[in-house]
């Protein structure tokens, strides 16, 4: 099926400190890609919907200039959480959605792995 | 927000089918049940979705009532590795998901 590639899987860092985050579609093309957050025993919340050369949309209550999102080509996302502090800290996790021959439906979203971000 | 009501959660004897239910009394003509799991620590893996017929692929089984307002997964032959979150969420194609508490799956030996 569809493979989505998120880069790392865990990071630690200090606080004050910016950590960037890589979503990539590696066997189709990239229609749109979404950010969600995890915290521990809790739902996936959907942070932003960004499409390829255009800016993100976010959800209500994700701050814009905290969680910088760049999707600059139609395979790459990056999420950047700037000025991490230890509230920061959860599991992050992309999606795609996409079109192509592994592609099953064309709004089926495709998962990354997650990245666990620890902010010390 | 998400639409939908499952169970919080379930268990199911391993090599008997585990049918996991989903409410979405309000969903709309336009909208989608899709399903999802999410085995811990991972992303969330697709397992099916509908409109108004029922689905069958490689992984489940979907059952959708006929007036569309509850729906049922059906994984005909639950093994350990089943054992996960299951997501149910009520879309229209184009529109972003929202997800809900979902129901945490046990497949006991």
């Known amino acids: 099926g569809a493979v989505v590639s998120q880069h790392p899987s865990w990071v630690i860092c200090k606080s004050g400190t910016s950590v960037k985050i890589e979503c990539r579609s590696l066997?189709?093309?990239?229609?749109?890609m979404f950010w969600y957050r995890q915290f521990p025993k809790q739902s996936l919340m959907l942070m932003a919907t960004s499409n390829e050369g255009s800016k993100a949309t976010y959800e209500q209550g994700v701050e814009k200039d905290k969680f910088l999102i760049n999707h600059a080509s139609l395979t790459l996302s990056t999420l950047t959480v700037t000025s991490a502090h230890p509230e920061d800290s959860s599991f992050y996790i992309c999606?795609?959605?996409?079109?192509?021959?592994?592609?099953?439906?064309?709004?089926?979203?495709?998962f990354g792995a997650g990245t666990r971000l620890s902010v010390l | 927000d998400a639409k939908t009501t499952q169970p919080t959660s379930m268990d199911c004897a391993e090599g008997r089918a585990a049918n996991l239910p989903c409410n979405h009394s309000t969903i709309s003509g336009n909208e989608y049940v899709y399903w999802y799991r999410q085995i811990h620590s991972q992303g969330p893996q697709y397992i099916i979705h509908g409109l108004k017929n029922n689905e069958t692929n490689e992984m489940a089984s979907l059952i959708i009532t006929e007036d569309r307002k509850s729906s049922t997964l059906i994984l005909p032959h639950a093994t350990l590795r089943d054992t996960a979150v299951y997501y149910c969420i009520v879309r229209v194609a184009s529109e972003q998901f929202y997800f809900g508490t979902g129901t945490s799956l046990t497949v006991i030996p």
């Open positions: 066997d189709f093309q990239a229609t749109t």
């Open positions: 999606s795609v959605t996409g079109q192509g021959p592994m592609i099953i439906a064309k709004n089926i979203q495709y």
